[in-house]
């Protein structure tokens, strides 16, 4: 085989590509879930939470150690609900919350590359506070009902 046919071949092998064999960058994919922390005691003022530990209520390798204001966290795909526990570690002692996020889930195909991507609605009541006592949750508001992006916050956790 010459160099040039060689040549020849790949070119029409990457000419021959349908648009949706390939996922591009930029393509909507399933929205996270938008917490934006806030002060209690001033509740138009963002408050960041430093050392936050995440973790996913059974799932043993979610854990995400977080310092800010908001953050974005995963919903669970084909469940109606998803648990989280909150713990403020810089707390002495430390402090915890477990939340049950109530959500339901609508999918939307993308292409035959990027498959779907999932929006949430979440439910009323949309979440359940799991666990009882002194926590560092003091009131959580719903901002958007809707996950279909990441731009702006879908719930505001005073403490």
Known sequence: ????????????????????????????????????????????????????????????????????????????????????EFILSTSSPTLSDSLQINHKQFDTYINRACGYKSNFVLENPFYFQLTQGKGWIKRIIKIRDTLSDEKSSHLAVYH
Do not use: W
């Open 1 to 84: 085989m010459t160099p040039r046919s060689l040549i020849l071949i790949i070119v029409l092998f990457l000419f021959s590509c349908e648009k949706d064999d390939i996922c591009l960058e930029g393509t909507p994919a399933t929205p996270r879930m938008v917490i934006l922390f806030k002060d209690h005691e001033n509740p138009q003022t963002k408050k960041s939470v430093s050392e936050l530990l995440i973790r996913g209520l059974g799932r043993e390798d979610s854990l995400i150690v977080y310092s800010g204001d908001s953050i974005a966290i995963p919903l669970k795909n084909n469940y109606e609900f998803t648990q989280y």
